[in-house]
T-cell receptor, first 115, second 114 residues
Framework: DQQVKQNSPSLSVQEGRISILNCDYT??????FLWYKKYPAEGPTFLIS?????DKNEDGRFTVFLNKSAKHLSLHIVPSQPGDSAVYFC??????????????FGKGTKLSVKP | NAGVTQTPKFQVLKTGQSMTLQCAQD?????MYWYRQDPGMGLRLIYY???????DKGEVPNGYNVSRLNKREFSLRLESAAPSQTSVYFC?????????????FGPGTRLTVL
């Protein structure tokens, strides 16, 4: 049972335009979400997070929106740059280890930003 | 400040061979984790260590053992490698504090079992 779903394996956008990456979840008890970015041959790096009590969090070109009624969150990148080309993972708290526990990851969306 | 380091970067094993994947962090973090990532999949938790001296199973622990040698180091051992363990292995760590479970990842070990 996949609790965090990223249904788009890939996304291609033009440089300067907006990139929108989507994530759906099934567990209404998640109290926060994170987005990670991963370049080839590197480990994931933390990008941005959002608490379940908020509907928006912004950090520079990156904004995450949370729609709790739809159990949906999205990551907006504006404007998109070629260096944003990477795999983006949506993540939520896992059930192992309580507050020190793991993260549940979606399958990822590969973003390609074309010059 | 190197963050989370992993060795080796690449490894090829034959079925039945054993090996240990090493992980170390220099951020004085309490919790450490081992994940595996398979093609088209998200990362899945193998084992974790909430603090020095403790280890617990995660989602996919079968075929693996771990050791939390000290606060810095957390190793993953494959006693008898199987082709199903071909994967990319990531070690991660986090501090005890903080609202969000922001974890810091190493660069990964790409393991192939023939």
């Amino acid at each position: 049972d996949q609790q965090v779903k990223q249904n788009s394996p890939s996304l291609s956008v033009q440089e300067g335009r907006i990139s929108i990456l989507n994530c759906d979840y099934t567990n209404s008890m998640f109290d926060y979400f994170l987005w990670y970015k991963k370049y080839p041959a590197e480990g994931p790096t933390f990008l941005i997070s959002i608490s379940s009590i908020k509907d928006k969090n912004e950090d520079g070109r990156f904004t995450v929106f949370l729609n709790k009624s739809a159990k949906h969150l999205s990551l907006h990148i504006v404007p998109s740059q070629p260096g944003d080309s990477a795999v983006y993972f949506c993540a939520a708290p896992g059930r192992y280890g309580g507050s020190q526990g793991n993260l549940i990851f979606g399958k990822g969306t590969k973003l390609s930003v074309k010059p | 400040n190197a963050g989370v380091t992993q060795t080796p970067k690449f490894q090829v094993l034959k079925t039945g061979q054993s090996m240990t994947l090493q992980c170390a962090q220099d951020m004085n973090h309490n919790s450490m984790y081992w994940y595996r990532q398979d093609p088209g999949m998200g990362l899945r938790l193998i084992y974790y260590s909430a603090s020095e001296g403790t280890t617990d199973k995660g989602e996919v622990p079968n075929g693996y053992n771990v050791s939390r040698l000290n606060k810095r180091e957390f190793s993953l051992r494959l006693e008898s490698a199987a082709p199903s363990q071909t994967s990319v292995y990531f070690c991660a760590s986090r501090d005890r504090g903080g609202v969000y479970n922001e974890q810091f990842f190493g660069p990964g070990t790409r393991l192939t079992v023939l």
